[in-house]
């Protein structure tokens, strides 16, 4: 028996010493291995299309297939490509069982030379995950992520790319890619994108990623849709509460994703002096003096105006320590970019405070020397 194995089309030749019975071929009595047996794989399954012949032509499974592109050192070239045969892998047109092999070279090996396609891909906008699913096993290693985009149509002349997201998985079918904030926030900037599933395209540039067998993946010409889209729908919660009354006089609010500022409103927030109820604490609510900013997606800026930073630093028991500086936000009181509304916040400390601590200057006077005023 002598045998050869092509890796780029997943088929195995056997050619026997006289006609055998093809229908009676068994799968499993045939194990690939490398010279000294070891990695060594037993093939599970696959089909002929032959009843009596010399050659028996197998296609392997997928199954099989991916399972040694997996083995390094096994069937990657003619040198490490060896079979063993048990004697019931198929039989003779009389009835009889071939005789046993054991580690005999294959006399021609075929590389597998067809790149890599992707499958699908699903997105998780909630938890920020990239599904990939590709048509055989790719290198985990050769994956370049920064190569890889979303695109709002299937054209690929307007791509967001990702930055500095990484992938969790290790070789094979599947690729999963856990989006960083800042990538997850930029996709959220860029709506429709991520808002359904129409909406949804990704882009794979050239060698973006390699199969097991060094070929490298071919770049779309156009993008493909999303398979499965699920939609934001948690709401943005509150990371930080920061106050500076010195010579800032800003509030920061920063928030666990990008939010429409244009939907915050001043008249929601309350600072307050203590979390007991008994006795009331005393409370303090900005006006249209103060103004906001956004000088990032996820923070909002508070700049304390004039009248409300002279009535707050004259009270003497809140905003002045961390021990009395909480505050509360209402429902609704913004929104992130899927339209889900910010939950109620209560008695949130202060996350850093900068007391006042700049002496006042005076900033004008008046002298009437008729009524011998000075103001």
């Known amino acids: 028996v002598s045998f050869g194995l092509d890796m780029n089309m997943g088929i195995l030749t056997l050619n026997f010493s006289q006609v055998v019975d093809v229908t009676t071929f068994n799968f499993t009595g045939i194990t690939l291995q490398s010279s000294s047996g070891i990695p060594s794989y037993q093939l599970t399954s696959g089909t002929t299309s032959q009843y009596y012949a010399v050659s028996v032509v197998t296609a392997l499974s997928k199954t099989d297939i991916n399972a040694l592109q997996l083995i390094a050192d096994l069937a990657t070239q003619l040198n490490n490509t060896y079979i063993s045969i048990i004697p019931r892998v198929i039989k003779s047109v009389s009835g009889n069982d071939v005789m046993p092999i054991f580690n ?51 054209s690929i002349s307007s791509t967001i790319s990702l930055n500095s997201s990484n992938i969790s998985s290790s070789n094979g079918l599947f690729v999963d890619i856990a989006l960083s904030t800042s990538d997850l926030n930029l996709i959220k900037l860029s709506a429709p994108v991520g808002q359904s599933r129409q909406s949804t395209y990704l882009v794979i540039g050239q060698s973006a990623v390699t199969d097991m067998a060094g070929n490298n993946i071919t770049g779309f010409m ?32 920063v928030f666990s994703e990008v939010i429409n500022v244009g939907t915050f409103r001043l008249s929601t927030l309350t600072l307050l002096n203590s979390t007991v109820f008994s006795p009331a604490p005393r409370t303090f609510q900005f006006t249209l003096s103060s103004t906001i900013s956004s000088p990032y997606p996820n923070t909002i800026i508070i700049s304390i105006g004039d009248t409300d930073f002279t009535f707050l630093t004259d009270l003497v028991d809140i905003a002045t320590s961390y021990n009395n500086t909480f505050l509360n936000l209402t429902k609704g009181a913004v929104l992130d970019l899927s339209v889900n509304q910010l939950n109620t916040v209560a008695f949130f400390p202060v996350t850093n405070l900068i007391k006042n601590s700049v002496p006042p200057t005076l900033r004008n006077f008046s002298l009437d020397m008729n009524n011998g005023m000075l103001s």
């Open 104 to 154: 005999k070279t294959a006399t021609t090996y075929i590389k597998d030379t067809t790149p890599p396609m992707l499958a699908g891909f699903d997105l998780d906008m909630n938890i920020g995950f990239f599904n990939l699913t590709f048509n055989e096993d790719i290198r985990a290693s050769s994956f370049m992520v920064q190569l890889f985009g979303l695109s709002a149509s299937s």
């Open 222 to 253: 156009t993008a493909q849709l999303v398979n499965n889209l699920v939609r934001d729908d948690q709401p943005p919660f509150l990371t930080q509460f920061n106050m500076d009354l010195a010579y800032a006089r800003t509030v920061h609010l």
